[in-house]
């Protein structure tokens, strides 16, 4: 249902020719004709794109991820609403948002597919699907559609300052460390309902029992006091960690990227493993501007536009091609590994069935 | 008689209707602005949270149960009775620290007072975000007040005053510096318009300056003192900006609950929109209160 409006719009002939077209070949049909299908379908669509994305990924920061697009579609820029979280994002289209694609993280992927809002992407309208990391890829689906296109990719871990802090483990623990009471940042966000899980060896941290999330959030009540900080912005954490008030943080590997340029750090990666996230592109359902949405998410995925997103932002990229200029982050985000996302290296963000209960143990835990 | 009384009548007539037209007319726009940005979106936002509107579609009907959930729980009074304390307690402090300032600039009679009330409110000429984040600078472990303890050795080094930020002391600091001049401006005010005469006749009576102030000056001034309390505690009650700035984990206000139940890990916007109208009702009491206290003492000083 959700492919209709491609179907009702190309036949198969155009729909190849497009393809075609999009992947720079144009051999099937002749270079000429197969890009004037690409256009005029693409000019079928009018007005601005609608993408509703991440502060630092719009206008504001993150123009060289879609450069290739606004050369491609000066009539159709992107227009940006920013999403704080994806919680914003869905208050935000609830509310009467209407952006034709946002970027959840993997996490939420089975939340909005079942909702309704979001629809499948074609990625033969995506000439460089075939590069993305099929491990990410197969991530996006559900029920055999590809519903998120991966694009950056990271670990929520552990960073430390390794002139003042000595971890006793490489645990999880370290958020929790009595001896270095305020000085530690949490991560605001109910995944620390799941880090506690993690750490306290629930069978499950995404999906706990009512015995294990109570002493989750026990537990998390009870060492609040040692931390000092709950990010919600990474320019809070930055502040904070630049400044010497914070020296061990939950953080992304960002974080790691920007501390290590004024103190020694570690991004330390526990032994009950890091939790690793991947952003979905993902389509809102009825769009009208689907090819123009496809073409965005294409420039996006481009070995260009990967090597770009490592380089500045200091977290992966999908595209296995794309490859950062430093060794040291090819390295500490494990980008030789394909597979780096999944166990037995960390473990993949995912569906919380319990999603609101667990936001109000964590809005509790805050309030304690 | 009757005839001199019947023309009399009449012009009396017409300046009645006049006002009955004129009221309607000056009222009507601010009325009107009062409704539609004032007393609809607390209707919404009342809406919300008996579930007459909800942000996920799909069905659903009136329902006490968000009330319910938020009385019988009590979960969220813990943290609406640290912020009410916090709140008073800045903006009692904020009252006592401006009252010497703005009854200086009124009644000392100095011909700079204009200037210096200019002085006062020079820090609004900056933008809010940037004074508040300024005092990070000057509270942080690394910051001006512990670089000042470590160089004259009050302090060891690697020893600092942690509690100066990220801390409820940081939010109380801030909030009162950031309001010092709502309250000194209404206090000054009302000792402005202080008529001096009566502060000559206590003096003629031969009260001491301490008595004119206690008896005279302290009682008059208490309608801008109130105001001015108010001014300060009813936003600050509700406050989430400086708390998220410069409030840490400890620092974690009522106001910053109600923001994050809106949009931060799940969308709760029937449990945000009660507390959201508790704490409207809890400060539209407390402001009858201040405000019939204040008619008693005027009623008591006239």
């Known amino acids: 249902m959700e492919g209709e409006p491609f179907d009702r719009r190309l036949s198969r002939a155009d729909m190849l020719r497009l393809a075609a077209a ?12 197969a890009a004037d299908a690409a256009r005029a379908r693409l000019s079928q669509e009018s007005g601005r794109l609608q993408v509703m994305d991440w502060a630092g990924y719009c206008n504001d920061g993150g123009q060289s991820m879609f450069a290739a697009y606004v050369h491609k579609h000066p009539n159709n820029k992107p227009q940006f609403t920013h999403m704080t979280n994806e919680s914003n994002a869905l208050a935000q289209i609830h509310a009467g948002a209407h952006p034709d694609l946002f970027r959840p993280y993997c996490g939420w992927n089975k939340y909005f597919v079942q909702s309704g809002l979001v629809q499948p992407w074609n990625p033969k309208l995506i000439s460089n699907f075939k590069h993305l990391n099929p491990s990410m890829v197969k991530a996006g689906q559900y029920n055999g559609k590809q519903y998120g296109i991966p694009d950056d990719w990271g670990f929520d871990a552990i960073l430390y300052r390794k002139d003042k802090v000595h971890p006793k483990a490489k645990s999880w623990g370290l958020l929790f460390d009595e001896r270095y009471k305020g000085k530690i940042a949490w991560f605001d966000d109910l995944e620390m309902i799941t880090v506690a899980g993690l750490y306290l060896h629930a069978k499950n941290p995404w999906n706990q029992t009512s015995e294990e999330l109570k002493r989750s959030q026990d537990f998390l009540m009870k060492k609040k006091h040692v931390a000092r900080l709950i990010w919600a912005s990474e320019t809070d954490l930055w502040q904070a960690f630049g400044s010497g008030d914070i020296w061990v943080a939950y953080a992304w590997p960002n974080d790691w990227v920007q501390m290590k340029k004024k103190f020694p750090v570690v991004y330390m990666h526990p032994k009950e493993k890091p939790i690793a996230w991947v952003g979905m592109f993902m389509l809102l359902s009825g769009t009208p501007r689907f090819h123009l949405a496809h073409a965005y998410v294409d420039a996006w995925s481009s070995k260009k536009s990967g090597r770009w997103l490592e380089n500045n932002y200091g977290y992966g990229h999908a595209n296995l091609e794309a490859k950062p200029s430093s060794s040291a982050l090819l390295k500490a985000l494990q980008l030789s590994n ?4 999944r166990m037995p290296y960390a473990h993949l963000d995912r569906d919380i069935p319990q999603r609101q209960h667990y936001a109000q143990l964590w809005e509790q835990v805050k309030a304690s | 008689m009757e005839t001199t009384a019947g023309t009399a009548a009449a012009p009396t007539h017409r300046r009645r209707r006049r006002p009955g037209l004129t009221t309607p007319g000056l009222l009507g726009l601010p009325v009107s602005w009062l409704i539609v940005f004032f007393v609809v979106p607390i209707a919404i936002v009342a809406a919300y949270s008996v579930d007459v509107f909800v ?6 009907s009136f329902t006490f149960s968000a009330w319910h959930s938020f009385f019988s729980k009590g979960i969220y009074f813990p943290l609406f009775f ?6 008073l307690t800045v903006s009692a402090v904020v009252v006592v620290v401006a ?3 703005a009854y200086y600039l009124a009644l000392s009679g100095t011909r700079r007072k204009y200037v210096l009330l200019l002085v006062l409110i020079a820090p609004f000429l900056t933008s809010y975000l940037l004074r508040v984040l300024a005092w990070k600078v000057i509270l942080g472990d690394n910051g001006v007040i512990n670089t000042f303890l470590f160089s004259t050795g009050l302090r060891a080094h690697g020893h600092p005053l942690s509690f100066l930020l990220y801390s409820r002391f940081a939010v109380m600091l801030v909030l009162g510096y950031v309001w010092l001049p709502f309250v000194a401006l209404p206090i000054f005010v009302t000792l402005e318009s202080l008529d001096r005469g009566l502060l000559e006749a206590a003096s003629d009576l031969y009260a001491s300056r301490r008595q004119a102030f206690l008896r005279v000056t302290l009682p008059l001034s208490l309608p801008g003192v109130v105001a001015a309390f108010l001014f300060v505690f009813i936003p600050t009650v509700g406050e989430f900006v400086t708390p998220s700035l410069v409030g840490g984990a400890n620092g974690y206000m009522y106001g910053s609950q109600i923001v994050d139940l809106f949009e931060q890990g799940f969308p709760d916007w029937e449990t945000g929109a009660v507390l959201s109208l508790f704490l409207l009702g809890v400060i539209s009491v407390l402001t009858l209160v201040f405000v019939r206290f204040l008619r008693a003492g005027e009623a008591r000083t006239a």
């Open chain 1, 22 to 33: 999009a992947a720079g070949v144009g051999v099937v049909a002749g270079p000429a004709a």
């Open chain 2, 82 to 87: 640290k912020s009410v304390e916090m709140s």
């Open chain 2, 55 to 60: 942000l996920f579609p799909g069905p659903h």
């Open chain 1, 338 to 341: 394909p597979k780096a996302v």
């Open chain 2, 99 to 101: 009252y010497p300032l």
